[in-house]
């Protein structure tokens, strides 16, 4: 791959993927990822133990690939967001090959599911999945298309041989 792509001029393809990973930074850090919830339980004599929830964020919940996919999101939208200030030479194919691995840790977040530990010993428990899990399939995809975009269109130019 050659980085043909030096020019100041930012493509709306970066735009995507700088706006895409600040979106997907600011979901997740909100907690509504998924949701904790253990239900009353009834002591007998002692008497009752009130029920409870505790929703949490993208980064306990999820593990390792929803973690790896913010961290790859956030990159990418910082060297889009430095194109701007700064003529850097990139490879075509890099926000493709970031926007691929960020929808891949979001998927496979979404079909394992929260990997809350530490409440397997707890009676009435229940982890469950939040709707912000859903929602990070958004920007992800945003991110991909765009992608794709700006590969398409930050091809190699053929460099025309001047006749004497």
């Not at 996919?69 to 990159?75: C, I, R």
């Not at 910082?78 to 701007?84: F, K, M, P």
């Not at 394992?112 to 929602?135: C, K, N, Q, S």
Request: glycine share 10%; no cysteine; hydrophobic share 50%.
């Amino acid at each position: 791959m050659r980085a043909n792509t030096s020019t100041r001029h930012r493509t709306t393809a970066e735009n995507v993927v700088g706006l895409s990973s600040v979106v997907l930074l600011v979901l997740a850090l909100l907690p509504g990822w998924g949701a904790v919830a253990v239900r009353a339980t009834n002591l007998g004599e002692l008497g009752r133990l009130p029920g409870a929830t505790g929703h949490f964020n993208a980064f306990y919940g999820y593990g390792w690939s929803l973690q790896a996919a913010v961290a790859v999101a956030v990159v990418a939208g910082t060297i889009a967001i430095a194109r701007r200030f700064k003529p850097l030479g990139i490879p075509r194919l890099l926000y493709l090959l970031a926007g691929v691995a960020v929808t891949a840790g979001v998927l496979i977040a979404l079909v394992r599911g929260p990997a809350v530990t530490g409440f397997d010993d707890v009676p009435r428990a229940e982890v469950r999945r939040g709707p912000l899990i859903g929602a990070a399939l958004i920007p992800s995809l945003a991110m991909t298309a765009a992608g794709v975009n700006f590969a398409h269109t930050q091809r190699p130019r053929r460099r025309r041989r001047r006749r004497r």
